[in-house]
């Protein structure tokens, strides 16, 4: 397939892209590099350096006639959404829906979309939470996301456009930006390594569905034909804690000190992770690597990079 991949510079969609490649596929990038990275490209991708929102992304449709957009590029900082609302949604929204004309216009039969199932439930009473539990976004971004589902569903609708709204865990492993303000286990690998000072927020009990990217990756190759018309969670449908998370990196990279605690952010949720029976009755996906694999794999990758940069 001809595959075009918004974000394909960054940490998830650049490990997609390596997959479609490695698939077989034909694929293409569009990212404006302004969070991910040029090295991240897979070489035997044509890569487009642009925003989402230049008029440019129409000739990158005519020249490369994608038969999917798998769309990934996004503002991803729930911080920034909230000081900078209308920037979030022009990435988030606007640019979304200026691909969604790209595709109509240029025939594309399939989108693919990042959403996030950690931004768009709120604090749901019953956990995990399923699809069908009523969106209850709490920040900006989530607010976003929510607005991508809905345009997507108007337009397979309104039109012949099929789409797949994968809502994502927390999702960590090779490539995570270390120094961002989310990707906490990124954030702590770096420190460990580093010998810096490990931070948490609060008590470290609030729990998140960790997912590890290679599962995230196996998601988007499944829904490449299948999920037609469909949101679907892609977790493992158990909370794992900060704390939790700390110990078993702790051990991991042989850290020697404590985790310094710090007063709780402000908004965060206490806790959220995602039924996953959908995306097996629909995709056929399960997550593969479990938490504590994910972490080794992680901090193996983080381990390595450092060394070679030293
Ligand atoms: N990381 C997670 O835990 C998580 C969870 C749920 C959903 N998501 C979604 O997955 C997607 C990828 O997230 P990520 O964690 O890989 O983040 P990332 O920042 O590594 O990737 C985003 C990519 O999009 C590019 N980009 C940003 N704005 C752009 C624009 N206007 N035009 C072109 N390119 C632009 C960036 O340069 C970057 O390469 C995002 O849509 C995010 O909302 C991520």
Redesign the pocket.
Known sequence: MRILV?????????NIVDAYIEGGHDVAV????????ED?VNPRARFYR????SPEIDLVFAKEKPDVLN??????DVRRSVSDPTFDAS??II?TIGLLQACLKHGVGRFIF??????IYGEPQNLPADEDIPLDPLAP?GAS?VAGEYYLSCYSALYSLKYTAL??????GP???PYGE??VIAIFCQAMIDGEEVRIFGSGEQLRDYIYVGDVVQANLLALERGDNQDINIGTAMGTSVNELFMRLKAILDYKKDAVYYPPRQGELEKIYLANAKALEVLGWQSQVDIQRGLELTAEYFKERSELTI
């Open positions: 918004t974000g394909g510079a960054g940490f998830i969609g650049s569009i990212d404006n590099l302004s969070s991910g990275k991240n642009l925003d989402i929102r769309h990934h590029a996004a503002q991803i990435v988030n640019g990042a959403s996030s199932g950690g931004a971004y996301k809502r994502y865990g927390n999702v960590y490539r995570q930006d989310a990707g």
